[in-house]
């Protein structure tokens, strides 16, 4: 068996593996990389493997950075089948052509600044139509059934608890007499998502390719992000403020929904009435139509929550309903949401504040003091969401810089990901441990201190692939092939990405500068030091031209 890995190396996005066992060469996930503009521009760049000889694929589950190349992938040849739990299919029936519009949108808002700059047009990655018709090649599965994937080789599918449908794969290879047991981990959820049941352990395996998204943190626990959660939301609505909550809109949004209700629910209680009276008045919006559509996916696979919720909804309560909660569907009632004065919850998409609604919503609340803007959902360096959270003074949105005034808090504990103490359960799971482990989805930080944190406590030796690396998995590990093109390509894509801003920032100083030498009362010695500054800056470019 060989593993190559192509996507979520030292990153957190574009999860693709090429796996080779048994005469069949097979993917697990095909995820869009997003972020940096210069990491969203690999998405163009053709695979690194030719999709019309991959066999088949095992999909972990529908989040876009583990399934969002899909389309791209049937374009250029591959006709599948594509294995995953029927949740999944589900998610992705309505996740993939929502992000084929974005794709289409942004194709046409980019394009629009080429044709402005004299270059060429580029055509979106994939359209809504594209991502419909790869929908053909799903094939549903359950959990806990092992399934024959071709002669020499089998699967199985666990729930992972990370999200509606996520699964922990195990897969086993037959070849020359020898049975190899390799386990994809997928994203793994906590022992405490509201919703979900708890991730399914695995007893043995020979490799394991585990994520490490939050390898080097610990969540907050449920009680004590639930009253968190309470505490910041009736804060801001009793100062008259709107809570805006960026959120992914499948999953993390149906976790606030419950977490909401629950609130809800103590309206029977007179001494919680009287402390939240404000709170338990408010309404609660839904503004965004993928989440809406992803709820109504949520209720209609209900026999995969938690007991407790199933429990609840035995006695009548659905824990995606409650009074006072409101789904916006067109793009006029988006607007009217920003035209009130009234105290509200909005609970917009997308969760890092890149694209969708959320961004007309941090518009009109983001200057507001008496506002809060509130984040459940990790934030990819390089969005709008990773500069809000780490403290930005202003942000730029739809092209206007905005003060932000609004009270910015984030909520950690409601990852849908295993913070580092349930990764190390994890892996102590194992009845047989692994061989060796491979750690992928996660920043490079993250995966040093959970490697160091695998080796000290267990011994099992830890990899951190790079990008294109194909590792011969036997007696003895080695790495048999390096694809070198990445780094390169992602370089020059910086480059160019550098030249772009600059352009944009010495257009801007041009703006300043003339204002500044209209005034009258600037001194002579302020026109002198701008002037040594330009003369500065004018050298350092000649510098850089000349080699």
Known sequence: MKITFLGATKIVTGSNFLVEAAGKKFLVDCGLYQGKAELEEQNYREFDYNPAEIDFMLLTHAHIDHSGRIPKLYNDGFKGPIYAHKATCDLCQIMLPDSG?????????????????????????????????????????????????????????????????????????????????????????????????????????????????????????????????????????????????????????????????????????????????????????????????????????????????????????????????????????????????????????????????????????????????????????????????????????????????????????YSGHADQEWLMNFVYSFYNKPKHIFLVHGEEESQEVLRNKILENTGIGVTIPEYGETYQLDDELRIVNRIKIKKTLTLKNEVLERLEKLKDELADMEVMVKEDMTDDELRDEDIFRINEKIKDLEQQILNVVEG
């Open 101 to 413: 519009h974005i794709q289409e949108m942004e194709a046409e808002w980019k394009n629009k600044k080429r044709i402005r700059k004299g270059q060429p047009t580029r055509g979106p990655l994939y359209t809504a139509e594209d991502a419909l018709k790869c929908m053909e090649i799903f094939v549903p599965v359950k959990y806990d059934e092992i399934i024959q994937v071709s002669e020499n080789i089998y699967v199985r599918f666990n729930d992972a608890g990370h999200m509606l449908g996520s699964s922990t794969i195990e897969i086993w290879a037959k070849e020359d007499g020898k049975e190899t047991k390799a386990v994809f981990s997928g994203d793994l959820g906590n022992n405490d998502i509201p919703l979900l049941s708890e991730p399914t352990m695995i007893d043995n395996c020979d490799y394991l390719v585990m994520e490490s998204t939050y390898g080097s943190r610990l969540h907050i626990r449920n009680d004590q992000k639930a009253e968190l959660f309470l505490k910041i939301v009736s804060e801001t609505i009793d100062n008259g403020g709107t809570v805006v909550i960026p959120s992914f809109a499948v999953g993390r949004t149906q976790e606030i929904l419950y977490e909401i209700n629950k609130i809800k629910e103590n309206r029977h209680d007179e001494e919680f009435l009287r402390e939240y009276r404000t709170l338990m008045k408010v309404p609660v919006y839904v503004d965004s139509p993928l989440a809406i559509s992803a709820t109504q996916v949520f209720k209609e696979n209900m026999d995969l929550f938690e007991d407790e919720v199933k429990e609840e909804m035995e006695r009548g309560n659905n824990p995606l309903e409650f009074p006072g909660l409101k789904f916006t569907q067109t793009a006029d009632e988006s607007k009217a949401l920003n035209e009130s004065n009234e105290p509200s919850i909005i609970i917009s998409a997308s969760g890092m504040c890149d694209v969708g609604r959320i961004k007309h919503h941090l518009k009109h609340n983001i200057w507001n003091p008496k506002s809060t803007i509130l984040f459940v959902g990790y934030q990819a360096p390089g969005t709008l969401g990773y500069e809000i959270v780490n403290g930005a003074k202003k942000v730029t949105i739809f092209g206007e810089e905005f003060a932000v005034n609004a009270r910015i808090e984030y909520i950690e504990g």
